[in-house]
């Protein structure tokens, strides 16, 4: 598996190996943009690596004994937003997907109607940037289908996921490129081994992206927005960690 380190705390383990600076400056180094564009290199670099194994190239799956008798809740466990915790209660018939931004046709999809449309179901290990690991049975569509009805733009490079849970105060979000978004196995779950989603595990729908690490697959997803770029969204990075300097945007095992 890839380690996926801290930006911060990488420099300042190479700070601290290297004798010449005070650790407080590290964050100021961070700041330093030929500083941080060396360290993004870096990521673009292991990208083209695991892209070059092939697009398609699928994560392992595992068997039903292999399930774990427990799987840990990463993230936020609950929602605090009115709206959301209305929605929890009526079992969230009244839900929608709303895909919109750069695509042809926006759309607003209801939950039954997710689970309407054909379906995948993968046993897969999750991989916690914090060091757990957990093999779970997710069922959903395939997000392909849902870009296929909405239909991307030519200009439209990545996929925004904007969620109902807000992390520290601020909105938790996360992004994917169009490559791993039509990944055949990127879906939208809205079921774990074989019932639908509890809150604490994202309902009613998580993304799973399952060539990356966990921090990856956001959970509570309310809207899925097509962009040239994630600037301009939040922090600019491309989600919550990625604004706040602690992972790599690109993710990827």
């Known amino acids: 598996m890839s380690l996926i380190l801290s930006r911060r705390r990488l420099i300042r383990a190479g700070v601290a190996s290297a004798g010449g600076?005070?650790?407080?400056?590290?964050?100021?180094?961070?700041?330093?943009?030929?500083?941080?564009?060396?360290?993004?290199?870096?990521?673009?670099?292991?990208?083209?690596?695991?892209?070059?194994?092939?697009?398609?190239?699928?994560?392992?799956?595992?068997?039903?004994?292999?399930?774990?008798?427990?799987?840990r809740a990463n993230g936020s466990r609950e929602v605090a937003d009115p709206?959301?915790?209305?929605?929890?209660?009526?079992?969230?018939?009244?839900?929608?997907?709303?895909?919109?931004?750069?695509?042809?046709?926006?759309?607003?999809?209801?939950?039954?109607?997710?689970?309407?449309?054909?379906?995948?179901?993968?046993?897969?290990?999750?991989?916690?940037?914090?060091?757990?690991?957990?093999?779970?049975?997710?069922?959903?569509?395939?997000?392909?289908?849902l870009l296929d009805m909405a239909r991307p733009r030519p200009e439209a490079r990545y996929l925004v996921f904007h969620c109902a849970d807000l992390y520290h105060g601020k909105p938790y979000y996360e992004s994917i490129d169009l490559v791993d978004a039509f990944h055949p196995q990127t879906i939208l779950a809205w079921a774990m081994n074989g019932k639908p989603l509890e809150e604490a595990h994202g309902a009613p729908l998580r993304l799973r992206v399952e060539r990356q690490l966990g921090y990856k697959h956001a959970k509570f997803v309310a809207r899925i927005e097509a962009v040239a770029s994630p600037q301009g969204i939040h922090g600019g990075r491309g989600g919550y960690w990625e604004d706040n300097g602690d992972y790599a945007w690109y993710a990827g095992i």
């Open 21 to 71: 600076l005070l650790l407080p400056g590290c964050d100021r180094l961070f700041e330093n943009p030929t500083f941080r564009g060396t360290l993004e290199s870096a990521e673009d670099l292991h990208r083209a690596t695991q892209r070059a194994l092939g697009r398609d190239a699928l994560a392992r799956e595992y068997r039903e004994a292999d399930m774990s008798p427990q799987f």
């Open 83 to 145: 709206a959301y915790r209305q929605h929890l209660a009526q079992g969230f018939a009244n839900w929608s997907l709303r895909v919109d931004g750069l695509v042809e046709r926006p759309i607003a999809v209801p939950l039954h109607a997710l689970r309407d449309l054909p379906q995948r179901a993968q046993i897969t290990r999750h991989d916690c940037v914090e060091g757990w690991s957990a093999i779970a049975r997710w069922q959903g569509p395939r997000l392909a289908l």
